[in-house]
């Protein structure tokens, strides 16, 4: 066993001694030695119940013969930290995740990891650990939230968003109603599309991603996922040899299948950056066009989670995608994804075929995501197409430009924004934040203002999972390295031909050259901390935003 250095000899009784301290038996110490990496936090819905979750994966160990160490990371409710300087350290908090789960593993040099996040940069973050510490892993994800429901209708999180400006009433009921209690918010947001891309690379069990977090059945596969553990430290089955190239191109389909969120754009690299492999823009691009669009979840239709998980969960897309998938890639389970598919069968079949397209007759002939490049992002962009009008899909109009988040929020509600306009926010980038941030309460104030099938939005920053419309992001080079997005004025026409993969500034070469001349670099808001590191250390939006 690995841990055998730190328990197994003479000269380890002091060692044992502390363990011991903890209320280890020697039985217990002669055992495999567990990590049970829990991102439980009263902050975060999504994380709330984790520390029930983990229970039951640690009664899963103890029942197989191993013993848990259970340890926590921080974790970022995005949502609570939207809209304001908070929302800087949601990204890089990925990469400390991922730096505090491996320092707790190599320094205690533990068997194998149980891995339990739900939200949005945590999941990044424990699979970015995973990749690097190449142990036995399986990741338990917290499950969704249940909708709300007012009004005679289905809510969640983004109801909230896009109808606080009404006021009145209603706003404090869709407060009260829209988020009833434990899980990752209910739509198709970033946290439950990396819930179910990690199912699909395999690294948790089947019916993981879509169980909700209220559901016994979540504690059920937290149990079994603490069993499984074991048979996959008795094999030697590491991280590196469940998620593959081929698993990551499973999962990049599935993302485009289900029309998950733009940040996986960001998140699919770095994650397979950490398991060795290479993963570029064009290829979420490649797959997007080969793959049909077959679920329509909120924020772009109507359905949430638990429809989805109704009609099958991810084994149900899987299965609609038997033909462009790789099968014969190993799973936690011991068996190919060949193996988990053939004893698939949907228990509700009418909820299945109504939630779930058809290859032959999809919601829509393209995946969820596309990247776009052209004069105003020579490094690419990126777009939920399947959540965009389909006369929004081509627009040409003047831009509207602000330097931040908090000005472009100041312009939309101040009505400086009109029909037709193109929304230009930069310096939200990577750097340029530092830490690039969500720009969710913009993007749902156009929404909410009416002028989401009118109104395009481009920034270097990024968007929540719940952005819905025309709203481009990532734009690279961002603004703070002096791309061409920090050139834009006032007034400049931009083209936005998201079938033709294009993002135009229409100003000549010529004035481009005298504006990029004239540009100096901004002195940088943030001087200190863990920001001003993350600013010096941090790569493009275009390369996953990866600390270098």
């Given at each position: ?17 502390l ?60 949502g ?81 968003f ?7 009433d ?51 596969i ?48 770095a994650i ?35 429809d ?8 149900a ?92 929020m ?77 050139m ?14 294009k ?8 004035e ?37």
């Open positions: 066993m690995r841990s055998d250095v730190t328990k197994v000899g003479a000269e380890r009784a002091p060692h044992r001694a363990l011991k301290a903890t209320g280890l038996t020697d039985e217990e110490i002669g055992r495999p030695f567990i990590g049970v990496v829990n991102s439980w936090n009263e902050f975060i819905p999504g994380h709330i119940h984790l520390d029930k979750i983990a229970q039951a994966v640690k009664a899963g160990i103890r029942f197989a013969g191993g013993v848990p160490f259970e340890f926590q990371t921080i974790g970022v409710c995005d609570v930290a939207m809209g304001h300087k908070g929302m800087r350290y949601s990204l890089p908090s990925r990469e400390l995740i991922e730096d505090s789960i491996e320092i707790m593993a190599e320094a205690h040099q533990l068997d194998a990891l149980v891995m339990i996040p739900s939200c949005d940069k945590i999941v990044p973050g424990h699979l970015m650990a995973a990749g690097r510490l190449d142990l036995p892993t399986i990741v338990v994800t917290g499950g969704p939230m249940l909708p709300g429901y007012a009004y005679d209708k289905e809510l969640d999180l983004i109801n909230v896009e109808g606080w400006r009404a006021g009145g209603s706003l404090y009921i869709l407060e009260e109603m829209a988020c009833p209690g434990a899980g990752s918010c209910a739509g198709l947001f970033t946290a439950n599309t990396m819930a179910c891309l990690t199912e699909a690379m395999g690294l948790s069990l089947p019916g993981c991603a879509t169980t909700h977090a209220v559901d016994a059945r979540k504690i059920r937290a149990k079994r996922s603490g069993m499984k553990i074991m048979e996959l430290i008795e094999r030697n089955c590491t991280a590196r040899q469940i998620v593959t190239k081929n698993s990551l191109e499973n999962a990049i389909r599935i993302d485009m299948a289900i029309g998950g969120s733009t940040n996986t754009v960001l998140h699919l690299p397979a950056a950490e398991f060795g492999i290479d993963l570029s823009l064009d290829e979420f691009d490649r797959f997007s066009r080969e793959t049909p669009h077959l679920v329509n979840l909120r924020p772009g239709g109507p359905y949430h989670m638990l989805l998980d109704r009609a099958g969960g991810v084994q897309v899987l299965s609609r995608l038997q033909s462009s998938i790789y099968q014969d890639v190993l799973t936690v389970t011991g068996r190919t994804m060949r193996d988990e598919l053939a004893d698939f069968k949907p228990v509700n079949p009418e909820v299945n075929s109504k939630v779930i397209a058809t290859i032959e007759a999809p919601i829509h002939p393209e995946g969820g995501i596309a990247i776009l490049y052209g004069s105003l992002a020579p490094e690419g962009s990126v777009v939920k197409q399947t959540a965009v009008s389909t006369n929004m899909l081509k627009h040409t109009g003047p831009a509207v430009v602000f330097d931040s988040e908090e000005e472009s100041a312009g939309i509600v101040g009505e400086e924004v009109n029909p037709g306009d193109i929304v230009v926010i930069r310096y939200e980038g990577p750097k340029g934040g530092p830490g690039m941030r969500e720009t969710l309460a913009p993007t749902a104030a156009i929404a909410g203002a009416g002028l989401s099938e009118s109104v395009a939005l481009i920034t270097d920053g990024r968007f929540s999972g719940g952005t819905r419309g025309p709203c481009i992001g990532h734009v690279s080079p961002e603004a703070a390295v002096g791309g061409p997005i920090a834009v004025k006032n007034g400049d026409t931009i083209l936005v031909d998201i079938p033709g993969r993002l135009d500034l229409l100003v000549s070469q010529k481009m050259d005298k504006r990029r001349a004239a540009w100096k670099a901004p002195e940088p808001k943030i001087k200190t901390g863990v920001l001003a590191r993350y600013r010096d250390s941090v790569t493009s939006a275009s390369k996953g935003s990866v600390l270098r």
